[in-house]
């Protein structure tokens, strides 16, 4: 087992350094929900634009609700224009968020198309002006998630690149282990990351392919980050908090999950989004998210056949039932 120390974000303190990404389509207020009764770490609401939130987008303020007790608790912003940017962090901030991140990493086409995510390492002079723009616009702490480069042979710049990243004034820096073309494909390049870690005395944070003790472990002995930030491995999965906590808390091995459990999970999950949505978008929803949770288990082929088709909410009963019953028989 390798150690995490606790870590200092400016005002924010971290025992355990996990931490939730965002991630759209999923880091909604319902999953943010669930996953607090697991752990107290750092979350991350969905990714927001800055644009919508200076032009009162109602949809764009939607993926920023949150709860009175959610904390820490921080928003991520894209965009490519460092006033916009600057100011929808100062939206952020009256909001009420522990920190604001900067998307210099989403490799999506609709995205990158209007210089924003992954396209700001590509422009280094236009990101670090958005980050000092934003450190003089707000006191929360100001973030960056980052890739290694835009093809793999960008990879060699990353040290360079994450220290202008420093010297503009960020707090702290996220790295995906991936480059822009890999998307989220191939594997992840640790050596990459180790020798950026050594570009910068800010808190390095370490992203990609954790999906259990062992892969955080592997993560944390290969880079020697300062933390690790968790994305789609705790979808579906959202025990992962609490077992990588009692594992680097104490050294608890964590226990395989079972059916019975995973099901019950699967059960809260839907009740958030039912009181959250209402019935029609939960069940949309679930029919997304639910595969992710009966994934590896046997049977699952049936039940996300199932899963696929509810409509309603006595259809998702019916699908946990039968659930329940394949994890009995």
């Known amino acids: ?9 400016g005002s924010l303190h971290l025992s355990i350094p996990l931490i939730m990404a965002p991630m759209a389509g999923y880091t909604d207020q319902p999953f943010r929900q669930l996953l607090r009764t697991y752990t ?3 979350m991350f609401t969905e990714m927001v ?19 009175n007790d959610e904390h820490p608790l921080g928003a991520q912003l894209f965009g490519a224009d460092p006033k916009i940017m600057a100011g929808a962090a100062k939206i952020i901030e009256r909001m009420g968020f522990d920190i604001v991140d ?6 999506v086409p609709k995205i990158i198309k209007n210089n924003a995510g992954a396209a700001l390492m590509k422009t280094p002079e236009v990101l670090h002006d958005i980050i000092k723009a934003m450190k003089d616009a ?4 100001v973030s960056v998630k980052t890739r290694l480069g835009w093809t793999q042979e960008d990879c060699i710049r990353l040290p360079e690149r994450l220290a ?32 950026a870690k050594k570009a910068v005395s800010i808190p390095f944070i370490a992203n990609g392919d954790i999906r259990d003790y062992r892969s955080c472990d592997h993560m944390i002995q290969e880079t020697h980050c ?4 968790i994305g789609r491995g705790a979808l579906g999965s959202p025990w992962l908090f609490r077992d990588l906590t009692a594992y680097y808390t104490d050294g608890t091995l964590p226990q395989r999950t079972s059916p019975q459990e995973a099901c019950i999970v699967m059960e809260k999950h839907f009740k958030a989004l039912y009181n959250y ?9 679930i029919r997304r998210i639910g595969k992710d949770y009966i994934r590896g288990f046997s049977g699952a082929k049936s039940i996300r056949i199932a899963l696929s088709a509810v409509a309603a909410k006595d259809e998702f009963v019916q699908v946990v039932q039968q659930w329940k019953r394949a994890c009995t028989a």
């Open 1 to 9: 087992m390798h150690i995490l120390q606790s870590l200092r974000i």
């Open 40 to 42: 107290s770490s750092l």
């Open 49 to 67: 634009s800055a644009y919508g939130l200076m032009h009162d987008s109602p949809e764009t303020f939607e993926y920023l609700q949150k709860g």
């Open 102 to 107: 900067i998307n210099a990493g989403c490799p």
């Open 138 to 141: 707000v006191s929360i702490p």
């Open 164 to 195: 202008g990243i420093e010297k503009s004034g960020a707090d702290i820096i996220i790295v995906h282990g991936r480059t822009r073309t890999q998307g989220f494909s191939g594997t992840i390049q640790y050596s990459v990351l180790a020798n």
């Open 226 to 229: 300062d933390g690790v930030m």
């Open 277 to 285: 949505y209402g019935e029609y978008k939960a069940c949309l929803f």
